[in-house]
Antibody, heavy 119, light 113 residues
Framework: QVQLVESGGGVVQPGGSLRLSCAASGFTFRSYGMHWVRHAPGKGLEWVAVIWYDGSNKNYADSVKGRFTISRDNSKNTLYLQMNSLRAEDTAVYYC????????????WGQGNTVTVSS | DIVMTQSPDSLAVSLGERATINCQSSQSLLYSSNNKNYLAWYQQKPGQPPKLLIYWASTRESGVPDRFSGSGSGPDFTLTISSLQAEDVAVYYCQQYYSTPYTFGQGTKLEIK
């Protein structure tokens, strides 16, 4: 069964850091690009970042560039999002998602992990 | 960055009737080398992750009911639900994956009239 399970969310003060993890199972993780997408309260979906299957290329939304880092450990079938210098506007449910093989849409999603930035 | 604009923002349709959601991109999403439009449609219900419905603008994801269809090319796209069912109440998003940063439309909230 193809599955993505996020962890690591919580409440953090502005300026703080947090690392999200996304554990993959049921498919060959090292063969797929992976994304992070977030959904802030009362707003629409926002794409955050993508990493290639081998970690050789990464891209970010302008809103998180320089503060967030996407990475992966293919030996552990795990995707990460390191979030630094957090702001109130980073408060959201964060989803990891698998990129379809041969395309760039997202065909498998995790259940989401909540990050709240508040003093 | 490519800006995605959906219309309408909200829509109320009677059960069994057709629902149409539009999506316009600020530039063409048609990649000339493979003649594919780099656009997807997602459905999101409250408290759930998004679900992929359509990719390459018109290819239905496996398991998605055939009442859902996608059409369009270049900068103009449409998601059509041919006969609305109660379980289709959700927010629908288009997303371009032509170039990073990949961007979503603002979403269209679909309700029952």
């Amino acid at each position: 069964q193809v599955q993505l399970v996020e962890s690591g969310g919580g409440v953090v003060q502005p300026g703080g850091s947090l690392r999200l993890s996304c554990a993959a199972s049921g498919f060959t993780f090292r063969s797929y690009g992976m994304h992070w997408v977030r959904h802030a309260p009362g707003k629409g979906l926002e794409w955050v970042a993508v990493i290639w299957y081998d970690g050789s290329n990464k891209n970010y939304a302008d809103s998180v560039k320089g503060r967030f880092t996407i990475s992966r450990d293919n030996s552990k079938n795990t995707l990460y999002l390191q979030m630094n210098s957090l702001r109130a506007e980073d408060t959201a449910v964060y989803y990891c998602a698998r990129e379809r093989y041969g395309s760039y849409d997202m065909d498998v999603w995790g259940q989401g992990n909540t990050v709240t930035v508040s003093s | 960055d490519i800006v995605m604009t959906q219309s309408p923002d909200s829509l109320a349709v009677s059960l069994g009737e057709r629902a149409t959601i539009n999506c316009q991109s600020s530039q063409s999403l048609l990649y000339s080398s493979n003649n594919k439009n780099y656009l997807a449609w997602y459905q999101q219900k409250p408290g759930q992750p998004p679900k992929l419905l359509i990719y390459w603008a018109s290819t239905r994801e496996s398991g998605v009911p055939d009442r859902f269809s996608g059409s369009g090319s270049g900068p103009d796209f449409t998601l059509t639900i041919s006969s609305l069912q109660a379980e289709d109440v959700a927010v629908y998003y288009c997303q371009q994956y032509y170039s990073t940063p990949y961007t979503f439309g603002q979403g269209t909230k679909l309700e029952i009239k």
